[in-house]
């Protein structure tokens, strides 16, 4: 597999996601269930909509930025298949930019093509983009950002973060990791942090008992210049963007592309084990604080992940965001998007084999779901009433979600993203020497 590189890995992978979207339009003509995504149809009109110079909530159920709508303006152009090219091209990108990661991590070729692979070639993945859904980009602006803080460049981070807060709200779970490790010890002015590369990371495998009292030394300089800038800047960014399509479209724009994920009430089953009691209490009145109670569970997992693991940064950010959509109020398929993309930098640290350990932890993963579905298919196209069982497939999903996490962490060799400088100039000096 070394002899592959990552060109031919990118090449292959674009040519396959063509062939994908070219399917896809075969099928949408020629068969009764569609290729196609049901939020691309919605993301389309609502493109259109805004080429007309209407505000494209004027469709019903488009939750989005009104970025996302006007870089899908082509659809109603060019063609309509643009979106699937755009959101693809994205997917290829993530790819590449999770090579660069590894690569700067000093992680060996084939272990680096492995773990690109596992992005590139896996089936949520790429049925993902070229179905229509727009979760690609926010993963390449995701990873964009990680490299951006890899060169020491805060601010162009902060620009992106505030902007990525803004198409997709989920990423703001991010915010107090990256604060966290803009340390002045890790980030000073006219030098690049030192990054922990991979065969540090393998000789120091157990570092897990110095991450809590690390944090203490993290927070002791809260407002470093490095924290200052990225907080103002992309609270400035998000803030301007906010302002500016509540300028063009009102209040529309405000409950459906922000507000309305906070207090979202779902009637429709879905992996979340709250889908049931929503339904249950679908026509009656819940309040705001029953709503928002619901983010409780996950609010403290996000808090206990952050400050057990902060310091190795992809690996908190990976932690955080399954463990966001395990305890999320709706969860779909593409939301499993937003940890694929982190899953192959963590790779490389990981002490599981795909024998035995893995096997089970994808078998036991894909069996959660695939058993969730069955009862999914019986209540959507049998009409049958199976709520309650498929309340408890959602528990054993999550069940699932909490073991594998388990398993993750239980495998994983700890090392901190960065290195503190007086550690990196102490190594330099002893070489010197």
Request: proline residues 3%; positive net charge.
């Amino acid at each position: 597999m070394s002899s592959v590189d990552i060109r031919t890995l990118l090449i292959f992978s674009s040519i396959f996601r063509i062939l994908l979207i070219l399917y896809g339009e075969w099928q949408d003509t020629h068969m009764e269930v569609r290729y196609t995504d049901v939020d691309y149809v919605v993301f389309s009109d609502a493109a259109s909509l805004m080429a007309s110079g209407e505000s494209p909530y004027k469709r019903t159920t488009y939750r989005y930025s009104p970025l996302l709508a006007f870089l899908l303006i082509p659809n109603s152009i060019l063609h309509r298949s643009w979106g699937k090219f755009l959101f693809s091209a994205s997917d290829i990108l993530a790819g590449f930019f999770i090579h660069s990661i590894l690569k700067r991590r000093k992680v060996p070729e084939s272990l680096r093509t492995y773990s690109v692979m596992a992005w590139l070639f896996n089936p949520f993945t790429f049925t993902i983009g070229t179905r229509g859904n727009c979760e690609p980009i926010v993963c390449a602006m995701i990873l964009w950002i990680i490299i951006c803080l890899m060169n020491g460049n805060v601010l162009q981070s902060a620009i992106w973060f505030g902007l990525v807060v803004h198409f997709r709200i989920y990423p703001i779970i991010y915010s107090i990791p990256i604060i966290l490790v803009l340390d002045s010890h890790i980030f000073q002015s006219g030098q690049k942090p030192v990054l922990r590369t991979w065969t540090a990371g393998q000789r120091k495998r157990h570092e897990e008992g110095n991450y809590i009292c690390n944090l203490h030394t993290l927070l002791q300089s809260i407002f470093t210049r490095e924290r200052l800038i990225f907080g103002l800047v992309s609270a400035s960014v998000f803030l301007f963007c906010t302002a500016l399509f509540f300028h063009l479209y009102g209040w529309e724009f405000l409950h459906e592309a922000l507000l309305y994920h906070l207090t979202r009430a779902d009637p429709r089953h879905n992996f979340s084990i709250y889908f049931y009691h929503i339904y249950l209490h679908y026509e009656h009145d819940i309040s705001v604080v029953e709503k928002l109670i619901s983010f409780l569970p996950q609010f403290t997992v996000q808090l206990i992940v952050i400050f057990c693991f902060a310091q190795d940064f992809p690996f908190c950010l990976f932690l955080q965001t399954v463990a966001f959509v395990a305890f999320n109020k709706v969860i779909t398929a593409q939301y499993f998007v937003w940890f694929f993309c982190l899953l192959p930098l963590i790779l490389p640290w990981s002490k599981m084999r795909l024998k035995w350990e893995g096997l089970l932890c994808i078998c036991l993963w894909m069996g959660a779901q695939s058993h969730w579905l069955f009862w999914g298919y019986l209540l959507e196209f049998k009409g049958k009433h199976v709520f309650l069982q498929l309340w408890a497939a959602s528990l054993v999903f999550l069940s699932a979600n909490t073991f594998i996490l388990y398993m993750v962490i239980r495998h994983h060799r700890f090392a901190s993203f960065f290195k503190r400088l007086e550690h990196a100039s102490s190594t330099n000096a002893v070489k010197l020497e």
